[in-house]
């Protein structure tokens, strides 16, 4: 007893430091995922989040009920591992991800078309998606968009700090039904709700009093009596799966009863709250699946301009300098260059084409810098800060694959894109 009461100290003790002392979480696992896996599978471009006012840390700020718009691409990789999902990844969904019900998702559309549910997706395409989300919860919250895929997981794409507000009156969500009326989604039928799950843990408590402690309810002369399915556990769980365990004294027809009695209870219930919603709600619209393949984008059908033959990836430890070479052929008829480098979350740019913006964009160094000629062939080195690497965990030194992956972006005279996957062994440099 010594020992079980020091065990039990001991655990109060440490749920009270936890919850006391522990740390806010903010972050949501994008970083914990292997760096090749995220490079190999989804490459993150042109994410941004517009709407409401930025404040002075750079949080985009809203009040309850005011909308925010977060938009930008995903492209499924081809140098998605055949590992995951056999390879061949079929249906996916894009989402938010944040610290739970903090915004409502008010419209969602993706290559153009509104996307409720699921879409049938292929390795190579480009989705463009567009979520109209509405401020819910006050507080401060980090959003990612996300792209899950059945049978693989989700990938975190870059997030952006809310701050909701708190608005007079508190939040509301108001939606006209089919019948013309308009209803708060936010507590629409939670009295209803309620009720029924008070009902249903009564009556989950009666049924687990029953099966520990029937005679306790009673309370004989004799004192408390514990059920004997928790005092012969080593009986209860000898006998057979369909046995009832009458004959070896674990039940009795009281047991029997009282189990026909509650089931005939819940029957009855459920019943009376079918023929309730019958009346009550006679105008239904049966639940709704959506699945469909989106449409091409422009992205997809962009003639390419040109062609990349990886030919070394490699890191220094004492630089902090990731170095890519490559051979580029220009296929166009017009001089190109290198716009920018994009790797899962991570895009860094050509100062001579742009500048980068925001927390997950950095500036690269190519050599040769300036144009392609028409049908040259040149040879690039590439140099990408090995600290931003370092920072977003998307270095896969130390892991299973020393492969990194992502995609080179190329622009023409007339500012029209196309881009050409990279995928190369990385080779540190411990010297």
Same mark, same amino acid.
């Given at each position: 007893?010594?020992?079980?009461?020091?065990?039990?100290?001991?655990?109060?003790?440490?749920?009270? #430091?936890?919850?006391?002392?522990?740390?806010?979480?903010?972050?949501?696992? +994008?970083?914990?995922?292997?760096? $090749?896996?995220?490079?190999?599978?989804?490459?993150?471009?042109?994410?941004?989040?517009?709407?409401?006012?930025?404040?002075?840390?750079?949080?985009?700020?809203?009040?309850?009920?005011?909308?925010?718009?977060?938009?930008?691409?995903?492209?499924?990789?081809?140098?998605?591992?055949?590992?995951?999902?056999?390879?061949?990844?079929?249906?996916?969904?894009?989402?938010? #991800?944040?610290?739970?019900?903090?915004?409502?998702?008010?419209?969602?559309?993706?290559?153009?078309?509104?996307?409720?549910?699921?879409?049938?997706?292929?390795?190579?395409?480009?989705?463009?998606?567009?979520?109209?989300?509405?401020?819910?919860?006050?507080?401060?919250?980090?959003?990612?968009?996300?792209?899950?895929?059945?049978?693989?997981?989700?990938?975190?794409?870059?997030?952006?700090?809310?701050?909701?507000?708190?608005?007079?009156?508190? $939040?509301?969500?108001?939606?006209?039904?089919?019948?013309?009326?308009?209803?708060?989604?936010?507590?629409?039928?939670?009295?209803?709700?309620?009720?029924?799950?008070?009902?249903?843990?009564?009556?989950?408590?009666?049924?687990?009093?029953?099966?520990?402690?029937?005679?306790?309810?009673?309370?004989?002369?004799?004192?408390?009596?514990?059920?004997?399915?928790?005092?012969?556990?080593?009986?209860?769980?000898?006998?057979?799966?369909?046995?009832?365990?009458?004959?070896?004294? @674990?039940?009795?027809?009281?047991?029997?009863?009282?189990?026909?009695?509650?089931?005939?209870?819940?029957?009855?219930?459920?019943?009376?709250?079918?023929?309730?919603?019958?009346? #009550?709600?006679?105008?239904?619209?049966?639940?709704?699946?959506?699945? $469909? +393949?989106?449409?091409?984008?422009?992205?997809?059908?962009?003639?390419?301009?040109?062609?990349?033959?990886?030919?070394?990836?490699?890191?220094?430890?004492?630089?902090? @300098? =990731?170095?890519?070479?490559?051979?580029?052929?220009?296929?166009?008829?017009?001089?190109?260059?290198?716009?920018?480098?994009?790797?899962?979350? =991570?895009?860094?740019?050509?100062?001579?084409?742009?500048?980068?913006?925001?927390?997950?964009?950095?500036?690269?160094?190519?050599?040769?810098?300036?144009?392609?000629?028409?049908?040259?062939?040149?040879?690039?080195?590439?140099?990408?800060?090995?600290?931003?690497?370092?920072?977003?965990?998307?270095?896969?030194?130390?892991?299973?694959?020393?492969?990194?992956?992502?995609?080179?972006? $190329?622009?023409?005279?007339?500012?029209?894109?196309?881009?050409?996957?990279?995928?190369?062994?990385?080779?540190?440099?411990?010297?």
């Amino acid at each position: 007893m010594k020992r079980l009461a020091a065990a039990i100290l001991l655990g109060l003790m440490g749920l009270t #430091a936890t919850v006391l002392f522990a740390p806010s979480a903010y972050a949501h696992g +994008e970083r914990s995922q292997e760096a $090749f896996l995220r490079m190999r599978t989804v490459a993150w471009t042109d994410v941004v989040m517009t709407g409401g006012a930025p404040d002075a840390e750079g949080d985009i700020v809203i009040g309850q009920g005011e909308n925010v718009t977060l938009k930008g691409v995903a492209k499924l990789m081809n140098t998605w591992p055949d590992t995951l999902a056999a390879g061949q990844p079929d249906i996916g969904y894009i989402n938010i #991800a944040t610290q739970g019900p903090v915004v409502g998702m008010l419209e969602k559309t993706i290559n153009g078309v509104s996307a409720p549910g699921r879409i049938e997706v292929a390795r190579g395409n480009h989705y463009e998606f567009e979520m109209t989300l509405m401020g819910r919860r006050n507080g401060r919250w980090h959003i990612h968009p996300t792209f899950a895929v059945k049978g693989a997981g989700t990938v975190l794409g870059p997030g952006f700090w809310v701050e909701i507000k708190k608005t007079e009156g508190g $939040f509301t969500s108001p939606v006209k039904l089919y019948n013309g009326e308009t209803i708060n989604l936010e507590n629409y039928g939670l009295g209803f709700v309620w009720s029924w799950q008070v009902i249903g843990f009564i009556m989950g408590v009666i049924w687990v009093i029953w099966w520990t402690g029937g005679s306790m309810i009673g309370m004989p002369k004799a004192g408390p009596k514990w059920h004997r399915t928790v005092t012969n556990p080593a009986v209860t769980l000898s006998i057979p799966l369909n046995d009832d365990g009458v004959a070896v004294g @674990l039940n009795k027809k009281a047991d029997h009863r009282f189990s026909n009695i509650l089931a005939l209870v819940m029957a009855l219930m459920c019943l009376g709250a079918w023929v309730y919603q019958a009346s #009550a709600y006679p105008v239904k619209i049966p639940q709704q699946v959506v699945q $469909f +393949e989106p449409p091409k984008t422009a992205l997809d059908e962009a003639v390419q301009l040109a062609e990349i033959k990886p030919q070394r990836a490699t890191y220094d430890r004492d630089s902090r @300098l =990731l170095t890519v070479n490559i051979e580029v052929t220009n296929l166009s008829a017009g001089p190109i260059q290198l716009q920018e480098f994009t790797t899962s979350t =991570l895009t860094f740019v050509n100062p001579a084409v742009g500048q980068p913006e925001g927390i997950y964009q950095d500036a690269m160094s190519i050599s040769p810098s300036g144009a392609i000629a028409p049908g040259q062939t040149t040879a690039l080195a590439i140099e990408l800060s090995g600290e931003r690497f370092d920072r977003e965990h998307l270095l896969p030194i130390g892991e299973s694959q020393l492969t990194m992956a992502g995609l080179m972006v $190329f622009q023409d005279a007339s500012g029209k894109t196309s881009s050409a996957e990279l995928e190369q062994p990385l080779q540190p440099n411990y010297e």
